[in-house]
Structures are given as C-alpha cells and as structure tokens.
C-alpha cells in the first residue's frame, strides 16, 4: 500500500481528531494519507490513485449522519473491489451504536468497494453533557492508540467487525428519524444578540452552510443536521440550540492541553455511577492495543 484516503464528517472535531490519528499511523509507515473533511458542497476527489479508503463519522442517533451517507454516494464505482475501513465515534459504548454502519456498508458494497475493518472508538460526548476532563483525556489517550493498532491491522490484513445485532439494527432503523427532526429543530436555533460578536466563525464553519448574517443579526435555515460545530465552538457562548438547548455543550475540550498536563484518567474498577458502564470498554481497548497480530 502507498498511499490512502480518509473521507471523513466531523461536527465538533473529534472525529476529525481520530482521523488524524489515523493518517499519523499510515504516515509513519510511510504511507501518504490525504484527509478530506466533507461538508455537503465538497467536492469528490478522484480516488483512483489511492490504494485504500478510510470512512470516519460521529454516530448521530445510532447511524451515520445523513450529511457523511449522502457525500459518499458520490463515490464512483470500483471495479477493482478496493478495499476501505470505517471508524466511528462516539460518547458511550454501549452495543446500541453496532448497527450505524449498516446502510453505510450496503452503499459501498454495492459501489464495489470491500469494507473489510470497522472500529467504534469513544470520544466526549458534544452534547447532553460535558464530560470531565480526566474521562475526556483518557478516551483521546485509548482513541490515540487504537487508531494504531487497528492501522496495524489493516496493514496486515487482519479484519475487524462488529456484530450488527437485531436490537441494534431495529434502534438504527427507528431512530433515523432524528434526520428530519434535526432539521426541526434546527428552525429554533437563534444567537442572543447581546452576547453575539458577529465574528462570522459559525456561518464559516457550518458544514450544512446553513447559517447566515442578515441585517447584523445570525439566522439560521433549514437544513441543521445538529452536528454541534457552532454551539459548541461559539468563543461568546451565544447560540441556543432551540428544544435542546439544555444538552448544549460549550466551550470544546482541549485534549492538547489535557495531554500537556498529564490530566489523570479517572475510570477504574473503583468508579461507579454512570461511567461505571464504561471500564468494560477500555479494559478491552487494553487488551486490543496489547494483543500481538501477524500478517495474513
């Protein structure tokens, strides 16, 4: 392999992260990785001279968001049944999430293309609520290592697959109403005038281009996929995110300075609560990363 491409939708940057996780590994390996962070006018570049492709979302109500599904439509047929993996991520690991990839892998099968590694990779959550910063340092820790390891695999030609169960396939199916009530909610989205600097960093970076400046104030359309980007990037903290603006998460976590300064994990076989439900995850991520593989 010499070199590959990384399509991948990121709201709030975690999924992007992960991606760059991913290209580091390639990379040193010597393998020339290109990323294209999609929004819904980019561009289709032609993927013909890239040996491998590499798909990476954020779950949004247990599928792949109807913005990364729709660019990868795009995709022309293989004829030669090039090989891809999928990375997803997410705020919990709990096996409702196994399905999202489902429609996802019948496209690309139909497409010609060989889905031959799926991994689920935990990131904060950038919505409901904020996780501490001792889970949030310990999730980009594992998430760093993974994408390694499951470099590795892909390398070597060992397949990763998660089990796409009935309760998992039935939550997808049900769930992918959350697409049209994205963009219901997406009509209350409004920016508090008197926080907002107009500093033009949401309608910049809205990968639907869904917002806009009229007459000195922020509006909003149509067309919201609740991808979170401006909510949480917003530097004044100005936008409600309409019927859900009680799980809106501000400001984003800055894993470089959590990584700087040694933030402790805080999941262990001692927590309980909620994150209890987690520690099943990263002793597995453990066992993963530490499991010697060999070619195949």
Not at 234 to 247: F, M, Y
């Amino acid at each position: 392999m010499k070199k590959t491409i990384i399509f991948v939708f990121s709201g709030t940057g975690n999924t992007l992260r992960v991606a760059n996780y991913f290209k580091e590994a390639f990379e040193n390996r010597e393998i020339s990785t290109d990323i294209i962070q999609i929004s819904r006018n980019e561009k289709m570049p032609d993927v013909s001279e890239y040996d491998c492709i590499g798909l990476g979302y954020p779950i949004h109500a247990f599928n792949t968001p109807a913005i990364f599904y729709d660019y990868i439509k795009k995709l022309p047929d293989s004829q030669q049944n090039k090989k891809c993996f999928v990375f997803k991520t997410s705020g919990e690991p709990f096996k409702i999430n196994n399905s999202s990839s489902e429609k996802l892998f019948r496209l690309l099968k139909k497409k010609g293309y060989v889905p031959s590694n799926e991994i689920h990779i935990l990131m904060p959550y950038n919505i409901i609520f904020r996780y501490p910063e001792g889970v949030a340092a310990q999730m980009d820790y594992y998430a760093h290592q993974m994408a390694k390891k499951e470099t590795d695999c892909i390398l070597k030609g060992v397949k990763t697959k998660i089990k796409h169960g009935i309760f998992s396939q039935f939550a997808s199916f049900v769930f992918r109403i959350e697409q049209p009530a994205a963009k219901f909610n997406g009509k209350f989205y409004k920016a508090n005038n008197e926080k907002c600097i107009l500093c033009n960093r949401c309608v910049l970076n809205c990968p639907e281009k869904n917002i806009n400046i009229k007459d000195g104030t922020i509006t909003f359309g149509k067309k919201c996929s609740l991808c979170m980007r401006c909510a949480m990037n917003c530097p004044v903290d100005a936008i409600n995110i309409g019927l859900l603006n009680k799980w809106k998460v501000n400001p984003p976590y800055d894993f470089e300075k959590l990584k700087t300064q040694n933030t402790p994990f805080i999941i262990d076989k001692n927590t309980k609560g909620y994150f209890k439900n987690f520690l099943n995850y990263f002793e597995k991520a453990k066992n993963y990363i530490d499991e010697n593989i060999t070619e195949q």
